[in-house]
């Protein structure tokens, strides 16, 4: 019904940037409330960052002043801008969003995509 799809991810050196994209497909859904980025090192996922339909933004404080969370409604798409990556944010990163899918909300996943910091 809905397809989450991030695309961005890839090896950079410390100090550099990567775009993260995460787009929406589906047949059915009409309204995308929030959306998030996720990452994942170990065994838990955390927060990172946070954008509301009407574009207010939350961050992790590790990412606060480095990252910036964006989204475009009219291509149900989100997205996340990390400049100055430190090593320390290699992780699995995966989208979220909270989707209304007839009269129902619902929660959907990305598949992930690999960022590694590395010299």
């Known amino acids: 019904q809905v397809q989450l799809v991030e695309s961005g991810g890839g090896l950079v050196q410390p100090g550099g940037s990567l775009r993260l994209s995460c787009a929406a497909s589906?047949?059915?859904?009409?309204?995308?409330?929030?959306m998030a980025w996720y990452r994942q090192a170990g065994k838990e996922r955390e927060l990172v960052a946070t954008i509301?339909?009407?574009?207010?933004?939350a961050y992790a404080d590790s990412v606060k002043g480095r990252f910036t969370i964006s989204r475009d409604n009219a291509k149900n798409t989100v997205y996340l801008q990390m400049n100055s990556l430190r090593p320390e944010d290699t992780a699995v990163y995966y989208c979220n969003a909270n989707i209304k899918i007839d009269d129902s909300w619902g929660t959907y996943w990305g598949q992930g995509t690999q960022v590694t910091v590395s010299s």
């Open positions: 589906g047949s059915r859904f009409s309204i995308i409330n929030s």
């Open positions: 509301t339909s009407g574009g207010s933004t």
